[in-house]
Structure formats: C-alpha cells, structure tokens
C-alpha cells in the first residue's frame, strides 16, 4: 500500500468518529449541609420573611394526569390489488407529503458467509435502475427540493421520499422504479462497498459499537447471521449477482408495506398508485419468521467474559447481556415499565442513580430490551475507567438482582407511566411520525390496535405484573468487555470470572472467520522444501535484475516526485506527490489531491496525518497496514525477503493479461502473503498482489530505469477498493540526506 491511497480513502470518507466530552459527575447528594455557625464578635444578619408565604391569591397547578386517550385522526388501510399493504394518513396542514415503502425481509434472511448483504442491496438501490441512472434520480428529486433514500434496519428494507403535495406522483414513480427496477450496476459497487467499509473501520474505533457487535455474536451465536455482523471479508464477497437474486426474492408487492402521509388523500391517490406500482407482479415469498435465538445457558456465578483487547484504550466499555422479549409477548409492556426504572429511563433510572450520581464510576449507563419480531437480547451497558471496570459492574449486577428480586415500587411504576404515555403524542406529532409507528408494527407481528392502545395496555400494568415481569426476565447471562485486556483481564479473574475468552479488537467478530484466519496464517507458514528452493531461485534472479543485492543494500534512503491521476468513486483528481523514506524505518509522503495537500508519517512506531497545520493520528488498524508498508514497499521488498522469518515459496507461473509471470510467494514475520509476478524475460518485478484491510490489492510496476546502479521502477499504479493511483515519477534521488525532523 502506498501513503497517497490511504489519504484518498480518508478524504472520501463520509464517516467520522466521534467523541463524547466527558463532564464533571456532580457529587453524590448527602442530605443538608449543617449551618456554619458564626464567628464570634459578628453580628448575625436577620433572616429575610418570605414574601409568598401565607399568600392566597397565587395559581395552583392543576395535578394533570396523562391522557390515556390516543386520537391518531383519519387513517385509512387497505390491500391493492396485488397484495400490497396501503397505510394511508391524511395531514393537510402542511402541502407536503411522505411516502415510505417497506419490503420485509428477516434478519435471519442473509448468507452467513456474505454478512452485509440486506444493506448493500438497499446502499444500491438508488445507484440506477431500468429507467434511471443515479445522476437522473438524484436530478429528479433535487429538481422539486424533495428527498430520497433508502436503509436496511429493524426487519425491513425501506424506501423513503419527502416532497412537496404537488410532487406526490414523482415520489411514486421514484420509489416504485427504484424497489421494481433496481439493476445493481457494476460501476456503483466498489463506491457503495468502500462506504461499508467506512462503517466497518469506524466501529473498530468505537468501542460501545463495537461491544454491541461482539454481544450480537455471544447472544445469537455463530451460526445465525443475527450473530454474523458484517466484515471486510463477508462485504468483499458480495457479488452483483448476490444483490440480484436477494432483491428478487424479497421484493415483492405482497410482501410490501406502503405508507403515505401528509397532504394526500385516497381518491387522488388510488390512480397514482395504479400507475406506479399497478405493474408490480406478486410472487411467492418465503415466510417471514425470525426463529428463537439459542439459548444462552444459566451459569450462576461463574459469568462468561468475552474481553476484547484494545491496547491503547484506557476505559473499558462493558455490556451485560441476557435473554430478551418479543415486542407481540403480552408481557412486553409491563417490561417497559419496569426497564425505564432499572436503566432505561436516563437520570430518572436507578442505574443512573447508584452508578453515576452516587458511585461516581461513569457518565453513563442505561439498559434497553432489544424488542422486536424476535426476542432481541436484554442489554445494560456502561463505559469507565479500566481500573473501574469490575467495581462498576458489581454496581450494576447488583441493581439488576435487585429489581429482579423485587421489581419496582408504587411510586416507580407511576413515574415510568406518566413519562411513558407522557411523551407518547409527541412521537406521534406528524403524520410521517404515525407512519413510521404503523409501519414498526406491522413488521413486529402486533396487532392492528397497537398504535391506539399503546397508552392504555402501559397504564393497565399493576406493581405485581411489573414485579413478575422482573422476575421472568432479567437473567444476566454473559459479559462483553472492550477494553485494555493486560489491565482488565486480571481484575475481572480477581473479581471471579474464570471463563474469560480474549480477542483483539481488530480481528473479526465471527468465531469461523478468526478460524479461518489462523488457518490461511498456518497453511502459509508451511513450505516444502522444493517450494522454497524454487523461491530463493527467483529471488535471486529478481535482485540481479535491480542490480544485485550488494548494490539495492547501500540504498538507506530515497527521494522520489510525481505526477499522476487519483480514480475512485467514478471521479478522477490530479495528484502530485513527493515520498522520501528511510529504509525499513520510516515514510513520509506529501501529497496534493485535487488542490488539496496532505502528509502522511510513519516513523518511529506512530503514524500521523497532516492537512495544513492540523494533525491528527492515524486510527490503530490503519496505522498496523501503514507499518506493513516499510515491508512490502516495492522498492525494498525483494531485500526485505532476506529478513530473519521471512519464508519464501517459489510457484507455478502465473498467467496474467497474456502473459506467464514467473510467480514468488514472500510470507513475511506476521504472516502476511505477497505474490510477486515477476518479468519471465527481464526478471523485473511486474506486478505484486497482496491483501491490504481484508480487500485484495494489487501494484503494477513498470518503466525501469537505472539510478546510481539500481534499477528503479518509474511508473506506479495501485489498485485498492475502488481506488486506482496512477503515477509516473519524473525523479528517484538515491540516499539523500533526511534529517529527523522530516519526519517530526
């Protein structure tokens, strides 16, 4: 990999990683501060008369109860002719309308091995169609001022436009050809996976997220795709293909949910529709069921940990998990209530309470039922200083038994219900809001009532059912724990955790990827002996073509300058760089994208990113890929090959765009596999193929020429995720002098 492509990745990223500014916990309430009593010799300041008090004359509020009453005015439901579902919700206050399509499809519906799929198909859907390219949809909708977009979440793939009253059939059209017509072009699918993996990097960064994907992993298990969060691998894997026959199989009219809200009425609706989705063939659609998650077994006292290392992280994110609730269990809102006590009712909760307030251990924590189609899991989570960790978490298992032991009291229940039902109409306060609600229950499996009856079956809840409810389902079961392992891990085994499972936090979630992993590592530290005969063979022969060995070592340090063309995202932008690097130590790379100038320093263990006089670090896995660069850089990688534990494997040769490279395996110290395709006549490396951040990578190498004795390579093209960096350099200066501070 080279410098000048990781900083285009990071200036296309649309994705940053944020960071919650910690605030002074305020000091723990101790009840009245006795008076200080005066020095003596002063003279004591009468106490002023309180000007309201015996007043009768003053407003007193009425004690109002929350309505339990829920008026959610004209809603209309119906089934088109071809099976699909019509929610329709007249708001004529505003000339403006909302159209939501939602396609069901089950979380268990993916591919265990190609984990992602459901979001790329909905990341794709606005990349073109039968009708439409992306730039026409997106000049269709920005031409009225509207919007449009598309998301896979909560069961579902939905498709969203916002628009003016005049503009509703245009949202039809739109949305109709994109969930109908989606073609899923080749030319979109590196932009829409790069963006994937944008996600994938920032929760590698972002330890709460990542705490949740790893206890998707513990509660669901291996074998569901509900425990298979995606990966580098499993989006790498998707095809074209893949989108086409997932898109097939779920869309579908029958299988569709519509909602229009706003500035629309029946009458004028129905033959829109017929225009739009009238064309819409049903067919047979799998049954949509979300089977139990495995049990998770009852361990007593000795908890499962899964402790994820992050070294440099100096607080601990930790999360609690235990069997969840289906959102249909009659028993769901009694849950509600009784959770918005335990932790889920923020500075109102008892979590909040003792952790925070009184125990002084976190800024925050809270607990949440996972509710939906299927039995989510229960999840109390909190973040705090790593020599806190099993204090904090003392804390809050035991106010966990201590709600399922009792459940809450009178005065609990009755706070959690007027919040609750409190704030129900404001969720309710459009008509998209009321969509949105309708929506979530039909795909949850409730019943028609639901929306209305919401407040009621909240306040029919009695202190006994709230305590039963306790009782029946909170049963903590396992513990992840994203944190710094070395400082970690021994207090949780002093605090009684014996079954503690570590695994870094730049390794995937998934137990058959890690597997998988370690086997490719394993299977390439193995060698046989003519393989490694051949391989010294071609090396040899390779260092001779650069002119030999003796003369690539006297090369410390270069300089290099050039001129090319960044290509990702279907843009292109001039590039200009200079490289200058110590051999094997360091790499400095200044270069200017597109009128935008960028270094980017690997040395001395750290690498950093400057735009103009902000610096910022590099994140921790892509600082791991910057410091395999000092080893694969094409121009030292065939000394590097010499290196202590560097193991080599000759091949059979390699036929590539008509031409049969004699073909060189170098397996570097941590493991990592470069092919070297090497110039069957000049012996010169051509082209090299390597793995960088789970995506194949692949250099191209030409227009050799001699520099003080070595042979340098003068043209360059990186091909990475997208992305192709194509230069030509127009200077190699050998062993100038780089002081330190170029590297500062």
């Known amino acids: 990999m080279r410098a000048h492509n990781f900083v285009a990745a990071l200036l296309c990223s649309c994705t940053m990683s944020g960071v919650a500014l910690a605030q002074t916990p305020p000091p723990a309430h101790k009840g009245p501060t006795a008076p200080i009593p005066a020095p003596s010799g002063t003279t004591t300041v009468p106490k002023e008369p309180d000007p309201w008090q015996g007043r009768t004359d003053l407003f007193i509020p009425p004690n109002l109860q929350p309505t339990t009453k829920v008026n959610v005015g004209q809603v209309s439901r119906s089934t088109t002719a071809n099976g699909m579902l019509l929610l329709t919700v007249p708001r004529h206050q505003i000339p403006s309308v909302d159209v939501t399509l939602a396609v069901k499809v089950p979380d268990t519906a993916e591919p265990l091995d190609k984990s992602g799929v459901s979001q790329l198909v909905a990341a794709m859907l606005r990349k073109g169609t039968q009708k439409r390219t992306a730039d026409q949809i997106s000049d269709a909708i920005d031409f009225v001022g509207g919007n449009i977009g598309a998301q896979a979440a909560g069961g579902a793939i939905y498709i ?3 628009a003016r009253t005049r503009d509703l059939q245009l949202c039809l059209d739109l949305v109709s050809d994109l969930a109908m017509n989606a073609t899923f072009p080749d030319s979109e699918m590196a932009e829409a996976k790069d ?9 590698k960064d972002n330890p709460q997220a990542l705490a949740a994907w790893h206890a998707a992993n513990v509660y669901y298990g291996d074998d569901d795709p509900r425990g298979r969060p995606m990966s580098k691998k499993s989006v790498e894997a998707i095809t074209r293909q893949d989108l086409q026959a997932f898109h097939d199989k779920w869309f579908a009219p029958n299988n569709a949910i519509l909602a229009v809200s706003g500035d629309a009425d029946d009458k004028a609706l129905k033959p829109m529709l017929a225009k ?8 047979e659609v799998p049954p949509v069921t979300d089977p139990a998650p495995r049990p998770l077994p009852a361990n007593g006292k000795a908890m499962p940990v899964r402790l994820v290392d992050k070294p440099d992280a100096t607080q601990s994110s930790v999360l609690v998990i235990g069997p969840g609730i289906r959102h249909a269990d009659p028993q769901y809102y009694a849950v509600r209530l009784m959770n918005y006590t335990l932790g889920g009712g923020g500075f109102a909760s008892r979590l909040m309470k003792v952790v925070r307030s009184e125990g002084g251990k976190t800024y925050g924590v809270d607990s949440r039922f996972d509710a939906g189609r299927d039995a989510g899991p229960f999840e109390a989570s909190t973040f705090t200083r790593n020599a806190e960790t099993t204090a904090t978490l003392k804390l809050v298992l035991d106010e ?14 009755k706070a959690a219900k007027n919040n609750i039902i409190g704030g129900y109409g404001l969720r309710l306060e459009t008509g998209s809001d009321l969509a949105e609600r309708l929506i979530g229950a039909e795909i949850d499996g409730l019943d028609s009532k639901y929306v209305v009856e919401y407040p009621a079956r909240l306040d029919a809840v009695t202190v006994k059912e709230a305590a039963t409810a306790a009782a029946q389902h909170l049963d903590p079961r396992a513990l992840v724990v994203v944190g710094k392992a ?6 949780l085994k002093k605090a ?9 936090y730049l390794d995937p979630v998934s137990a058959t990827e890690r597997r998988a992993l370690q086997a490719q590592r394993s299977s390439t530290a193995e060698v046989l002996p003519a393989e490694a005969m051949e391989g010294r063979r071609l090396l040899e022969l390779a260092l001779n073509a650069r002119g030999g060995q003796a003369a690539l070592s006297k090369v410390q340090t270069l300089q290099i300058t050039g001129k090319g063309m960044l290509s990702m995202q279907g843009q292109q932008m001039p590039a200009s760089t200079e490289i200058r690097s110590i051999r094997g130590k360091a790499v400095r790379e200044d270069i200017d994208v597109g009128g935008i100038p960028v270094r980017v320093v690997v040395a001395n263990g750290k690498a950093y990113m400057m735009q103009g006089n902000n610096r910022s670090d590099v994140p921790p896995d892509k600082k791991m890929e910057f410091e395999k660069l000092l080893f694969h850089d094409h121009n030292f990688i065939l000394l590097n090959a010499l290196q202590p534990g560097v193991k080599l494997r000759g091949l059979k040769p390699t036929a590539d765009g008509g031409v049969s490279y004699d073909t060189l395996e170098v397996i570097s110290p941590d493991g990592d596999v470069y092919t070297l395709l090497l110039d069957p006549k000049t012996h010169q490396l051509a082209k090299m193929q390597y793995i960088e951040e789970q995506s194949q990578t692949r250099d191209e190498l030409g227009d050799y020429r001699v520099v003080d004795g070595v042979s340098f390579p003068f043209k360059y093209k990186h091909e990475s995720g997208g992305r192709t960096v194509d230069l030509q350099y127009d200077k190699i200066t050998v062993n100038p002098k780089l002081t330190p501070d170029v590297f500062n």
């Open 195 to 203: 963006e994937l993996m944008t996600t994938i990097n920032g929760v």
């Open 496 to 504: 009684g955790f014996g079954k503690i499972e570590v695994i870094n």
């Open 160 to 162: 969203s436009c916002h």
């Open 486 to 491: 070395a400082e970690v891990g021994p207090l």
């Open 276 to 283: 739009t989705f009238g064309t819409w063939k049903k067919h």
């Open 400 to 413: 966990i038994a201590k709600m399922r032991k009792d459940g809450p009291n009178e005065t609990e229940l």
